[in-house]
Nanobody, 123 residues
Framework: QVQLVESGGGLVQAGGSLRLSCAAS????????MGWFRQAPGKDREFVAY????????YYGDSVRGRFTISRENAKNTLYLQMSSVKPEDTAVYYC????????????????WGQGTQVTVSS
Protein backbone atom coordinates (compact mmCIF):
# COMPACT_ATOMS: atom_id res chain seq x y z
CA GLN A 1 0.00 0.00 0.00
CA VAL A 2 1.07 3.59 -0.69
CA GLN A 3 0.09 6.65 1.31
CA LEU A 4 0.16 9.91 -0.61
CA VAL A 5 -0.03 13.47 0.72
CA GLU A 6 -0.14 16.47 -1.59
CA SER A 7 1.00 19.97 -0.65
CA GLY A 8 1.93 23.27 -2.25
CA GLY A 9 -1.45 24.40 -3.47
CA GLY A 10 -2.72 27.95 -3.03
CA LEU A 11 -3.74 31.13 -4.78
CA VAL A 12 -1.64 32.31 -7.74
CA GLN A 13 -2.14 35.00 -10.36
CA ALA A 14 -2.57 34.10 -14.00
CA GLY A 15 0.81 33.82 -15.69
CA GLY A 16 2.51 32.84 -12.46
CA SER A 17 4.06 29.61 -11.23
CA LEU A 18 3.46 27.10 -8.48
CA ARG A 19 5.08 23.81 -7.48
CA LEU A 20 3.05 20.98 -6.03
CA SER A 21 4.59 18.15 -4.03
CA CYS A 22 3.37 14.67 -3.24
CA ALA A 23 5.01 12.85 -0.34
CA ALA A 24 4.80 9.07 -0.51
CA SER A 25 5.19 6.44 2.18
CA UNK A 26 4.60 2.74 2.44
CA UNK A 27 5.33 0.58 -0.58
CA UNK A 28 8.61 1.32 -2.37
CA UNK A 29 8.02 4.63 -4.11
CA UNK A 30 11.03 4.32 -6.39
CA UNK A 31 9.56 1.31 -8.20
CA UNK A 32 6.15 2.85 -8.91
CA UNK A 33 5.09 5.08 -11.79
CA MET A 34 3.06 8.08 -10.70
CA GLY A 35 0.57 10.56 -12.06
CA TRP A 36 -1.14 13.87 -11.41
CA PHE A 37 -4.84 14.50 -12.02
CA ARG A 38 -7.08 17.46 -11.32
CA GLN A 39 -10.77 18.08 -10.78
CA ALA A 40 -12.54 21.38 -11.18
CA PRO A 41 -15.95 22.01 -9.60
CA GLY A 42 -18.68 20.27 -11.56
CA LYS A 43 -16.24 18.53 -13.88
CA ASP A 44 -14.78 15.05 -14.19
CA ARG A 45 -11.32 14.27 -12.87
CA GLU A 46 -8.82 15.06 -15.63
CA PHE A 47 -5.41 13.57 -16.40
CA VAL A 48 -2.54 16.04 -16.05
CA ALA A 49 0.78 14.16 -16.19
CA TYR A 50 2.51 10.79 -15.81
CA UNK A 51 6.06 9.82 -14.92
CA UNK A 52 7.63 6.38 -14.91
CA UNK A 53 9.62 4.91 -12.00
CA UNK A 54 12.94 6.61 -12.76
CA UNK A 55 11.73 9.78 -14.47
CA UNK A 56 12.89 8.66 -17.89
CA UNK A 57 9.43 8.69 -19.42
CA UNK A 58 6.85 11.44 -19.01
CA TYR A 59 3.50 12.13 -20.62
CA TYR A 60 1.17 15.13 -20.40
CA GLY A 61 -2.42 16.01 -20.98
CA ASP A 62 -3.06 18.31 -23.94
CA SER A 63 -4.22 21.20 -21.77
CA VAL A 64 -0.95 21.41 -19.78
CA ARG A 65 1.70 20.21 -22.22
CA GLY A 66 4.47 22.79 -22.52
CA ARG A 67 3.44 24.58 -19.32
CA PHE A 68 3.63 21.94 -16.59
CA THR A 69 6.53 19.63 -15.73
CA ILE A 70 6.31 16.42 -13.71
CA SER A 71 9.37 15.16 -11.89
CA ARG A 72 10.32 12.95 -8.98
CA GLU A 73 13.03 12.60 -6.38
CA ASN A 74 13.12 8.96 -5.34
CA ALA A 75 15.66 9.54 -2.58
CA LYS A 76 13.07 11.78 -0.91
CA ASN A 77 10.01 9.70 -1.85
CA THR A 78 8.53 12.82 -3.44
CA LEU A 79 6.70 13.60 -6.66
CA TYR A 80 6.48 17.15 -8.05
CA LEU A 81 4.39 19.13 -10.48
CA GLN A 82 5.91 22.42 -11.60
CA MET A 83 3.15 24.62 -12.94
CA SER A 84 4.11 27.61 -15.09
CA SER A 85 2.17 30.16 -17.13
CA VAL A 86 -0.93 29.18 -15.19
CA LYS A 87 -4.38 30.12 -16.42
CA PRO A 88 -7.71 30.55 -14.59
CA GLU A 89 -8.85 27.28 -16.18
CA ASP A 90 -6.10 25.49 -14.24
CA THR A 91 -8.11 26.10 -11.07
CA ALA A 92 -8.88 22.72 -9.54
CA VAL A 93 -8.08 20.26 -6.79
CA TYR A 94 -4.89 18.45 -7.79
CA TYR A 95 -4.34 14.81 -6.89
CA CYS A 96 -1.32 12.55 -7.10
CA UNK A 97 -1.82 8.85 -7.66
CA UNK A 98 0.22 5.67 -8.01
CA UNK A 99 0.03 3.95 -11.39
CA UNK A 100 -1.00 0.31 -11.56
CA UNK A 101 -1.52 -0.75 -15.18
CA UNK A 102 -3.21 0.24 -18.40
CA UNK A 103 -3.47 3.55 -20.20
CA UNK A 104 -1.37 6.27 -18.57
CA UNK A 105 -4.14 8.86 -18.85
CA UNK A 106 -6.98 6.70 -17.57
CA UNK A 107 -8.16 7.17 -13.98
CA UNK A 108 -8.82 3.43 -13.72
CA UNK A 109 -5.12 2.75 -14.25
CA UNK A 110 -4.21 4.29 -10.90
CA UNK A 111 -4.41 2.49 -7.59
CA UNK A 112 -3.78 4.80 -4.64
CA TRP A 113 -4.75 8.47 -4.37
CA GLY A 114 -3.93 11.39 -2.14
CA GLN A 115 -6.52 13.71 -0.65
CA GLY A 116 -5.73 16.55 -3.03
CA THR A 117 -4.52 20.14 -2.81
CA GLN A 118 -6.48 23.17 -4.03
CA VAL A 119 -5.00 25.42 -6.69
CA THR A 120 -6.79 28.66 -7.50
CA VAL A 121 -5.66 30.90 -10.36
CA SER A 122 -6.91 34.46 -10.33
CA SER A 123 -7.29 36.48 -13.52
Amino acid sequence: QVQLVESGGGLVQAGGSLRLSCAASGRTFSSVAMGWFRQAPGKDREFVAYINWNGGDTYYGDSVRGRFTISRENAKNTLYLQMSSVKPEDTAVYYCASYYSGSRSNIQSYEYWGQGTQVTVSS
